[in-house]
């Protein structure tokens, strides 16, 4: 079983950028297609970007799509949330999570119920 952990959160201004990363350990993270939901307070839960275990498919939420990028490096066992751009909207709980399913659109990456393994999550707050 895979244990995944989130770090890089924190306070940000508008207009400002943070680079969130997911951590593996207990098995390599390559077995695995990873996504980043995302929690606004209030709201409910949303897939922001997520990414297939060879990196080929990327996908992204709209009010994301131009402003986050999502990446992984299997040699360090690690999957990457550059977010740029930042808006007071961005404010949220941000959680990895790990799926066996093979998937290649938003649609099925954005299923919560796919993913096995879940981080505890990293807030992220953007101030106006």
């Known amino acids: 079983q895979v244990q995944v952990v989130e770090s890089g959160g924190g306070l940000v201004q508008a207009g400002g950028s943070l680079r969130l990363s997911c951590a593996a350990s207990?098995?390599?993270?390559?077995?695995?297609?990873v996504g980043w939901f995302r929690q606004p307070p209030g709201k409910e839960r949303e897939l922001a970007a997520a990414?297939?275990?060879?990196?080929?498919?990327?996908v992204y939420s709209d009010s994301v799509k131009g402003r986050f990028i999502i990446s992984r490096d299997n040699g360090k066992n690690t999957v990457s949330l550059q977010m740029n751009s930042l808006k007071p909207g961005d404010t949220a709980v941000y959680h990895c999570?790990?799926?066996?399913?093979?998937?290649?659109?938003?649609?099925?990456?954005?299923?919560?119920?796919?993913?096995?393994?879940w981080g505890q999550g990293t807030q992220v707050t953007v101030s106006s």
């Open positions: 999570a790990v799926t066996n399913y093979y998937c290649s659109d938003y649609g099925c990456f954005s299923s919560a119920s796919r993913y096995g393994s």
């Open positions: 207990g098995r390599t993270l390559r077995m695995y297609a």
């Open positions: 990414i297939s275990r060879s990196g080929g498919y990327t």
